[in-house]
């Protein structure tokens, strides 16, 4: 199967059929191409037929289906070009006229190599021709450069703004820039860039980046210190937590003295490192891999030949307990259909992991990671909910007086989470098999287990609990105290800067999950070491001890 090089599929097809004719038509081809390629405009329609004419002298037969746009059909025509005066293999001293390198035109145009490249698409394509050493180069005829002058004058006048700075200019704005920061403070490198670009005649883009390429070389004598350093990974870090609580771009940029672009790709980095980390379990099927997959295994569920039964929850359940009867069964059907689908998408998910560059993330990439691992949940918990019965008749038949329902569906519901990523769908056996076997495994090994510890841990005196005094508090007292200890608490805590505040509250448990963390998951929500975390909470409470001494608070560790 020919590998899709063109943009546009009628001419990737026109292209394999020119490459056939004579080594004389083939040549004639080139020439009409290079003459078309300097007429297109990038936003018109352009016929097929019009096209194909342009190029053979000759009307298709077919008339061609839809019109091509002018922009990739730019792109396919410079790429014509290339490919068949490859084919043509001559020597570059068979050339009829100068031809021009990509280095010595740059000179010649005084513009960067990568401006030439992005000109390729508005006419300015290159042919390939064969040096003594059978090596491939690129060359620019001069009558297509020249054709390309005349036609872009103003465009080829702007892009020498951009052109290649010399060493003299560089150090001009240098020096401009550092008496312009001495002379306004807090200057942000924009404001400095502009007035660098009005002094000395160019664009404010090339000042920015000949500036920051100053400050890279020359950290100790940089224009902007702080912008000059590299983000560690702390900071990026900090920046993309600071980011998911809604600061914008632009006050993070001036906060930490970098450019939104660098802050932004900050945000993507450690997004892409946390997707990197995220594992991923599935069980594979050879299927997954064959062609047509997404077809045959993300195509619509199959519709049950007959309405599901419903089954009425047995008498004596709570609500909550009885509503999960309410949730149909899957057929078989519709549990195969689900199973493979969960994985696949877990599969896809898994290769596009691999292929991801945390250190130059795409967008793109993330985006559609996520959205597979986000389907792929909500495939699992719609057969999780589908299942959870399940687990409620087993633990009734296994409650007693020393054990408690509640906490044994709460215990069979794990083994069910379990059984979901394990099952192997393409055994052909049924999943409430699988899962009541693991449920009731799990039991035969926990219940046991509680009864010990209870036998271990008893008190023997259960009576005096019993007949003691209740000495709560009243329950408006008592949420006036809570109240008033949390709004102190929030008080001592503003004390400390935002990473001494999120060590504090996640080493011991005040956030919204109410479990502590240990020095090594806190270290990776901050991207930093466990001793630094454990440095940020012996300096945080501290802080706390000195806050609490003056308000004559005491602090029980």
């Known amino acids: 199967m020919t590998r899709q090089r063109y943009r ?44 194909a004419f342009r190029l053979t002298g000759l009307y298709p037969r077919e008339g061609g289906g ?9 792109d396919d025509l410079a790429r014509f070009v290339e490919d068949l005066s490859a084919t043509l293999r001559q020597p570059i001293a068979a050339a009829k006229e100068r031809c021009y390198g990509l280095e010595e035109l740059s000179r010649e145009l005084n513009v960067s190599i990568r401006t030439l490249r992005r000109w390729r698409r508005r006419g300015l394509v290159g042919r390939r021709f064969y040096t003594k050493g059978n090596r491939v180069v690129l060359v620019y ?13 103003s465009l080829v006048a702007k892009a020498k703004q951009f052109s290649n700075v010399t060493e003299e200019e560089r150090e001009t704005m240098v020096r401009l820039a550092k008496e312009l920061t001495k002379r306004k403070k807090g200057a942000t490198p924009t404001e400095v860039a502009a007035a660098v670009a009005e002094k000395t005649g160019r664009a404010p883009e090339t000042v920015r980046r000949e500036l920051l390429r100053y400050d890279n070389e020359n950290p100790d004598r940089a224009v902007f210190p702080a912008r000059s350093a590299r983000l560690t990974w702390e900071d990026k870090e900090q920046i993309f937590q600071a980011y998911r609580r809604g600061t914008p771009i632009a006050a993070l940029a001036k906060r930490y003295g970098k450019s939104p672009a660098t802050i932004r790709h900050a945000v993507l980095q450690v997004r892409a490192r946390r997707l990197k980390e995220t594992p991923i379990e599935y069980m594979y099927n050879e299927e997954f891999d064959q062609p047509g997959a997404d077809e045959k295994i993300l195509g619509p569920e199959p519709v049950p030949e007959k309405e599901p039964k419903r089954t009425r929850a ?11 009867y309410e949730v149909p069964l899957l057929t078989k059907e519709q549990e195969v259909y689900l199973f493979r689908k969960m994985n696949y998408l877990k599969h896809k998910a898994k290769l596009l992991q691999d292929k991801i560059d945390v250190a130059r993330p795409r967008a793109s990439d993330l985006d559609e990671l996520e959205r597979l691992l986000q389907e792929a949940l909500d495939v699992k918990n719609r057969i999780i909910r589908s299942n959870l019965r399940l687990v409620v008749s087993i633990a009734k038949r296994h409650v007693t007086p020393q054990t408690n329902l509640f906490e044994l569906v709460s215990d069979g519901n794990m083994s069910l989470i379990r059984a979901v990523e394990k099952f192997d769908y393409s055994r052909g056996f049924k999943f409430s098999t699988y899962a009541s076997w693991a449920i009731m495994k799990n039991f035969a090994r926990s219940i046991p287990e509680e009864a010990v510890r209870r ?34 608490l929030y008080t001592i805590l503003d004390k400390l800067d935002e990473r001494e505040q999120h060590v504090i509250i996640a080493r011991f448990g005040l956030g919204q999950e109410g479990s502590p963390r240990t ?8 991207g930093v070491t466990k001793e630094r975390v454990r440095q940020l909470e012996s300096r945080a409470l501290k802080k706390l001890q000195l806050f609490a001494a003056e308000h004559g608070l005491e602090l029980v560790q």
């Open 8 to 51: 546009l599929a009628r001419m990737q097809e026109l292209a394999d059929q020119l490459k056939l004719a004579p080594k004389r038509l083939r040549a004639t081809y080139i020439d009409r191409a290079e003459r078309l390629l300097s007429e297109i405009e990038p936003a018109t329609l352009y016929p097929y037929a019009y096209i």
């Open 66 to 74: 839809d019109p091509l746009l002018g922009a990739p059909l730019s």
């Open 141 to 153: 005829p001069e009558s297509v450069v020249v054709r390309f002058l005349e036609r872009n004058r």
């Open 314 to 324: 047995p008498k004596g359940l709570p609500p909550y307990l009885a509503s999960l």
């Open 455 to 488: 036998d271990r841990f008893v008190t023997g005196y259960d009576e005096i609990f019993d007949t003691a005094a209740d000495r709560r508090a009243d329950p408006y007292h008592e949420e006036t105290s809570m109240r008033e200890i949390k709004n102190l």
């Open 519 to 526: 020095l090594e998951q806190v270290g990776r929500e901050l």
